[in-house]
């Protein structure tokens, strides 16, 4: 039986959970210490994908909830303490919630990514939640707004179109990307290939910083992004908003549009976004040909009743990006970069996505069902006609069954499979054709007694590539492969709060990672990367041994955190180059190009580092915000550097937010993001990268339209123009066949963003 026709057999099967009857809580919202109704404050229920604001009378209702069973209530309103609550259905009567008021950030939240939806004091994955409010934050892409925020994330960029996410020196195959409940597939091995999600659809972005295999298998052994869409609002409502922004450096123009409802538990939602930007402006000139432009639409339709919930979302991302193939000596910039025009070479990148998502009410129980389908088709360019056409549909199925809470024991079980099908459908090919299969189980426990938590669980997981053999005129260009891995993974953690001010928390576990088809089998031209990349069908799977800590505290006028990791990876994969090994080919224009050889291969890898944060509020007005990561990566293997791994940084933040008359929740801030040294480089490709640091700021403040808020914004980035190399950019100083030290692309210069952001009801 395929994965196909299981698919539709699970959704037959439950059909019958819809006769539930569904419920409604009402509540209202207070002052702790005057009594007095809070109005504006929003209660969000995350397991049910559903949230509501309060009226005047700080009142509340949602309807269409299950008549049974235990969820965690979040409730935040600006100048409170946040608060998260355990609410349990089968109790009648109104709620009633009193918040205190706090100028302190708390990390009252709850995380929805790990195996059991918690409050994150009581959750001892090393898990970050950013919001809506801080996504605003100008930025080109999703990756690159988290780069910013959560310590421990960075990102590997060609330019500011391109981000790929790194969490603690790891990326590509080893972060897992999550929207609608799937894991997103796509170019996630590649270099030069962004994640295929529109920025603007983001509510709320989690990202787990550590192996997260037990619950995403394979390819969780570096951490999860998380993205969440806006929930379903309550019954009867229908709200929207729009956002548009403009970039000065490279001209970025960023709209989006969204409507979404409710209408008796029917809900819905609909998003058009578009964004355009010609060359990037450095110190030295606009580099040539680095514009883009992404096209994306998506949308939701569903159900919220007494049974649970089941939501279709669909999604549409097209994304095209000029790159420019230059040899050392070529002219990297140009005096007018201004065109949006895309030349020759470019980059056609389209991502097609299905999710239906199920929480259904079973007995006493509930049953998580995701079901997926992606299709996501890239297409390199040298003419209209793409060179290099590959085509990827994957098909994805990820179960978990809750048992009932019994005596603080949370018991669940889940099973997850995939199944992935490629063709190459141009004239130049850089992997094989595949065929990969996946499926894997797992069991969690999770213990809450007093202030403490223990959690623990177990998974197994099997990977079964099959890479087809391809003949070109009578020569063989890929030989084919096939292999299976099999391994098991687990893992253990502790959460301890000691009091309101400390809460400490520790994991412990073992990971591994299959090789994915592009590490076995490729022998081609990465056009994006302008190098030759070949492919080793021997290797083996990572093995990863981790262990974490962090201690957080908070109180009054100081909050914060701090933590600690160690990462042992056995065969960590990596692809390298020698300097010296090169190829010649010779084009369909009968020109001849060289080519570094990079080729893939394994050493043992351990990685480890610090991070956290220190937020300091003297008073309700100011705010001093510092994040802090650094990562140390060794090659034991050869003792030397591990390639790719980024700088230490230092973000600071002075907010200052007085009350102006006439205004709403005005401010002015100032920054410095202080970037070390990166001396520790892999010295047969790399090269060393000098500190800097750059000045940021902004402004900005929310008008009233009648009922309506405005919110207006103005930010800067590096605004002294800084010269700089960041240690993960793929465009600074480092190819093999370099002569010249000088060779390379600085990053983006100044930027000034200006921006508008209207959140608005219509019912």
Known sequence: ??????????LLFFIPVYLFAAAEVTGKVTDAKTGESIAGATITIQQLRITTITDAKGQFIIKSLPAKGKYLVEIHSL??????????????????????????ETHEVVITGTPIAANSKFNSTSAASVSREDLLAPSSNLIDGLAKQVPGVSQITTGPGISKPIIRGLGYNRVVTLMDGVKQQGQQWGDEHGIEIDQNQADRVEVLRGAASLLYGSDAIGGVINVLEPLAPTSGTVKGEVLSSYSTNNGLSNSSVMLTGNENGFVWRGRGSYQNAYSFNTPGGYYINSGYNNTSFSGMLGLNKGWGYSHLNFSYFKNNIG?????????????????????????????????LNNNFLIGNGSLKLDLGYQKNQRRELDEPTPALFFDLNTYSLDAKYYLPESNGWQP???????DAHSQNKGTEFLIPAYDQTSAGAFGYVKKTWGQNTFNAGLRFDYVNNNGKQLFIDGEQKFTGFKNNFSNVSGATGYTHVFNDIFSFKANAGTAFRAPNPAELGSNGVHEGTSRYEVGNP?????RSFQADAALEFGKNIVTGSIGIYENYIHNYIYASGAKGDQITLTNDAGEEQTYDVYRYGQVNANLYGVEGNLNIHPTSFLHLDNTFSYTHAQNESFDRPLPLIPAGVIHNTLRFEPKVKGLKDFYVSAGLDNFFKQTRIDPTFET????????NASIGTTLRLGSQPLKLYVTASNLTNKKYYDALSRLRPGRLSQEDPTYGVFNPGRNVTFGVYLPFNIK
């Open 79 to 104: 100048g409170y303490k946040p608060m998260v609550k355990t609410v349990d259905f089968n109790v009648p009567g109104a709620l009633t919630f009193a918040l205190e008021i706090s100028n302190v």
């Open 412 to 418: 669940i079980f889940g099973v997850s499979a995939s």
């Open 538 to 542: 021997d290797l083996h799977p990572e």
């Open 323 to 355: 790159f420019y193939d230059s040899d050392p000596g070529d002219p990297l910039y140009e005096g007018k970069g201004t065109d949006r025009t895309l030349d020759f070479p470019r980059q056609d990148i389209r991502q097609y996505k299905i999710a």
């Open 688 to 695: 060393a990268t000098d500190s800097y640091t750059l000045v």
């Open 1 to 10: 039986m395929n994965i196909k026709t299981l698919l539709s057999l699970l």
